[in-house]
């Protein structure tokens, strides 16, 4: 038994990610929602520049008394990972017929409604992030590198891996699915993994050295505050056990592991390997394309996720990251 298996919720009867659909639109809860957010951020409040409330909970209130369908939603999706799932998707929120600022706006809502908002990204503290192919940066550079930027494959990661306190959870509204045949997210429950690999006496020793040695992992400038990184740019901490159960981003680990050879071992890099081959081979526990208008919550600190690569430039999702209500830890928190 390991640090991370012992800390494992037990999912032996649970499915790892539950699916329904959304019989109230949420499209009728977007006026009033809106009053909420002029009221609190002053009008025109638009989407996309929303940044972190400085007040979570009394936003929480305002929005809890305007946004009745809402709220039914984020009930039954705290009910639901309450009761094991690492991922849910609801098919159809009824907002395809809206804008998309007011896309972003009504995810904003329900993602208050579920726990306190993260920014996307620290220079401008802004909470609604687009995922979409941004193609370069200026003509003849080569495109973003970050995930979220580009057309690329995604390998399996967790989100904010880098950071000493990853965000809980985050949602991916599709605003536009991909109708290329790419474009697909796909899951793995991280306490399923960690019993497959308990399975094995190579598996447990893998997870035994991931549990217990500080891997070095690269933390980009701008990620670097509240303590994030060391002196050197890194961070080190294990890779799985405690809370998260799984901090998992290859690249960055691969980078620490080049950079810092001279303080981790090659059984760590070995360890790493048995796990990431093993991740790959296995069927996910989801791969599909979460449908426009549909949205797909994760829990971060349990399950990896990744997807493949698209060549439908119209794909369009947005992402918002969030702590459980009342456990914002903003300074901190943000990264990757
Ligand atoms: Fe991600």
């Not at 579920?114 to 370069?136: E, R």
């Not at 890099?269 to 796990?275: C, E, G, Y």
């Amino acid at each position: 038994m390991t640090a991370g298996l012992s800390t494992a919720r037990d999912t032996s009867s649970v499915a790892s990610i539950v699916e329904f659909g959304n019989a109230e639109p949420l499209a009728a809860d977007l006026d009033r929602i809106d009053a909420v957010l002029a009221e609190v951020y002053g009008p025109p409040a638009a989407g996309e520049d929303l940044t972190v409330p400085e007040d979570h909970a009394g936003l929480r209130e305002r929005l809890a008394v305007a946004a009745p369908r809402s709220v039914a939603l984020a009930e039954r999706v705290h009910r639901t990972f309450a009761d094991g799932a690492c991922g849910i998707v609801v098919r159809k929120l009824g907002l395809a017929q809206l804008e998309i600022d007011a896309q972003r706006r009504a995810m904003f809502a329900f993602a208050v409604l579920m726990g306190d908002v993260t920014f996307a990204h620290p220079v401008d503290d802004k909470v609604v992030w687009d995922v979409m192919d941004k193609g370069a940066p200026q003509t003849g550079a080569p495109k973003y590198s970050s995930f979220s930027e580009n057309d690329r494959e995604a390998e399996y990661h967790t989100d904010a891996s880098f950071a000493i306190n990853p965000d809980r959870y985050f949602l991916l509204y599709s605003a536009q699915q991909a109708d290329c045949g790419g474009g697909q997210t796909f899951l793995a429950d991280g306490r399923v993994l960690l019993r497959e690999l308990d399975a094995t006496s190579e598996g447990r020793d893998a997870v035994r050295v991931l549990s217990e040695v500080k891997l070095p992992m690269r933390v980009p400038k701008a990620f670097r505050r509240g303590g994030n990184a060391e002196d050197d740019g890194y961070m080190y901490r294990p890779l799985i056990g405690g809370e998260p159960l799984w901090r998992f981003r290859k690249d960055k680990v691969d980078k620490g592991l080049v950079a810092k050879s001279d303080k981790v071992g090659a059984e760590v890099r070995d360890a790493f390997d048995v796990v990431y081959r093993h991740l790959v081979a296995r069927p996910d526990e989801y791969h599909a394309v979460i449908p426009t208008d549909g949205v797909l919550i994760v829990d971060n600190h349990v399950a990896l996720h990744g997807r493949n690569g698209f060549t439908d430039s119209r794909r369009h999702l947005l992402r918002i990251r969030f702590h459980r209500a009342g456990t914002d830890q903003t300074v901190e928190a943000d990264a990757g």
